[in-house]
């Protein structure tokens, strides 16, 4: 399997710590996911994606990315491969627009339903995968879900992004999750567009975090609330 992380904040942060240094830091969990990984990020509203196949923690290139990474949205992945070739086109987080996916899991008998799979993504988006992931064919049937929301170069809240996750995960179920005998789909994922992130637990362990417990920036950050350093009591938080 995967592991996940994504990053939502009000100002442009850095996350060297959670990539590199904390205890249980993304680059260090690569030890045991070492089939490649990748960061996704936003500069004005536009993704900016590096990925590669090499474990995250021996390239140089991911030591460099986590260095410089500074947005208010972020979403990294490292990859252990369970569907899909060792190559750059199979590793996360994936991209179509402002659009971008990680996923944490696997669909069962993928193999057996892909081309059912393919066949409900609207062509319009399906000539667009270029890997054979299962996490790849996710990711183009939740664009297509979404689709039905509104244009996706257009502006999709929360709920409507939230509604189209939720639809994609239960469509991928009625489709491959058919024999009682056997394991279900795994089907963990992040989304964001930039502004809107929705995380769905699909059968693997997903943590949040709305709060630090004592910020480093603290002393110099002009947005620091009590948001920032406690549980929410109104909903809004500054980070997650």
């Known amino acids: 399997m995967c592991r996940l992380f994504g990053f939502r904040s ?5 996350v060297h710590r959670s990539l590199m240094d904390a205890d249980n830091a993304l680059g260090a969990q690569s030890n045991d996911h070492r089939d490649g990984w990748g960061v996704a990020f936003y500069v004005d509203g536009a993704p900016h994606i590096t990925r590669s196949p090499a474990t995250a923690l021996d390239d140089t290139l991911f030591h460099r990315v986590s260095g410089i990474v500074a947005s208010e949205t972020v979403l990294a ?3 252990r491969a369970t569907n899909g070739e060792l190559s750059v086109l199979n590793c996360h987080p994936f991209q179509y627009g402002k659009w ?3 996923h944490n899991g696997d669909i069962q008998d993928f193999a057996t339903h892909r081309a059912e799979l393919l066949e409900r993504i609207a062509p319009r988006l399906r000539r667009y995968i270029l890997g054979d992931t299962d996490s790849e064919v996710l990711f ?3 664009l297509t879900h979404l689709s039905q929301h509104g244009p996706l170069q257009g502006r999709i809240g929360v709920e409507e992004t939230s509604m189209a996750l939720q639809s994609t995960l239960e469509h991928v179920r009625s489709i491959c ?4 005998q056997k394991e279900p789909s795994l089907l963990t994922a992040i989304v964001t567009d930039g502004t809107t992130m929705v995380a769905a637990e699909g059968g693997k362990d997903l943590y949040w975090s709305t ?4 910020c480093a920036d603290r002393d ?12 929410s009591e109104s909903g ?5």
Do not use: G, M, W
């Open 140 to 142: 183009f049937l939740f």
């Open 220 to 231: 110099t950050c002009p947005s620091l609330s009590t948001e920032c350093e406690a549980p």
């Open 77 to 79: 992945h490292v990859r």
């Open 211 to 214: 709060y630090k417990t004592r």
């Open 177 to 180: 999750d058919i024999d009682p």
């Open 236 to 240: 809004y938080v500054n980070h997650l």
């Open 10 to 14: 009000v100002i442009q942060s850095q």
């Open 100 to 102: 971008i996916l990680a």
